[in-house]
């Protein structure tokens, strides 16, 4: 049998609501709130050391402010996160139809031109709207704060605000300390593991649909080799409306039928199950595994491992981090980015659910668990949309694969082998 190990995220925990003011919002979940603040703090423990030497380098010294509010026409140092104005319509609007009660204190109406994006910088005691310097910009130190940024990211920022402007120019960028590649423990036998993503399993999919794929792992020289099985991302077709949930009767029989694709597929090879946002489990991050009683069969199957999402584990030595599929699709969706650009900037940013919680609902929690203290091997995220390619790079020895749904019959093959970096390429499975 494969060994199979991992961590899941920490169970979420009643935390006492005496804290009053964050961000200039109303105190109307004072849970999410010290979430955010948690989350500052950790990262500023990280980034503060780099970014007060860049400050004491400069011949007129430069001060590290104690807060965003605190910046002026004088170059200075601060440590705050990224935040984007675009979500105010989008939320206005789910609100009006559906009913949503989150929007109103998630995010406020900014005076702005809503044909672009503002983007901000926030702590504690406000936010400020920001800007690349323009000669960061020409001399190349810097890129376009768009190629960057990514909703929530914790950064250290050197700059100032011109006299007569209101936006902080950015001159300097500083980020958590890179994640040293983790080692490669791993024997020299082979390690092939197949990553398919969202299954949507739903009234057009039969038992003849997924034996197609049993036939491949049981039949083919490819799938004979196959070590593991990742499920990432939804296994249950999202209702047809957002917000609809699927009568009890109906969602009995999909999870009827995902429990006999897993009891397949665990006859073969090991299976690692990460839960996607219409699954029948919490709705909310860290979406835990799901529930044992809906997998009556498979759950007592001892090669079928069901982990929370987002989630780190290890196969034969290989260990893995998985991106929530809302996570990707919500960041793409605010900031037009390609997901595979997405998964890079959060490894980069050492966090696996950075929009969380603006734009992707978190549960209430001591702390942000979704903070990255150690390096993986490969980073594994779902493709949204219609995509039918696999997205595949390897970046400073980090393998990141972006796998698209289960329909367009293409999945991914990881091989790691000797100590190598691991590596993919896409496998072509006709399902019809």
Known sequence: MTAVTGKTFREPVEISTN?????????????????????????????????EAACNAYERRTKVVKRVLDCSHVRCGVFGSFYINNNYDDFIERFEEYGDIRPARLVEKMEVEKEEQTFFFEDESGRIPIQVHKHALD????????????????VGLIGYIPTNETKFMIEQVFRPPALLPPSLEYTTERTSVLCIANVFVDEKKDL?????????LKFTPQGKRVSAIILIGSLLQPPIVPEQMYVQGEQMHYTNLIDVLLCEL?????????????DPTDASLPRKPIRPLLLQNSARMLTIHRFTSPSVFNINGVKFGAIPDDVISESVRITYKKPLHLAELMYGYRHLALPTPHAVDVSPMEHDPFVLSEAVNVVLF?????ATDASIITRDDVLYVGVPHYDTGVFVMID?????????KPVVINLE
């Open 382 to 386: 779902c493709l949204v949309g219609d």
């Open 139 to 154: 001399e190349g130190k810097l890129p376009p704060l768009e190629d960057f940024f990514v909703l929530g990211a914790c």
């Open 19 to 51: 804290f009053q003011q964050f961000l200039g919002k109303p105190t109307e979940d004072l849970n999410i709130l010290k979430f955010i603040k948690s989350r500052l703090d950790q990262f500023r423990e990280m980034i503060k050391p780099s970014l």
């Open 208 to 216: 003849k649909n997924f034996c197609i794929l049993r036939d491949f």
């Open 266 to 278: 665990g006859t073969i090879v090991d299976v690692i199950v990460v839960p996607g946002m219409s």
């Open 416 to 424: 790691a082998m000797n100590g190598n970096t691991p590596t993919a």
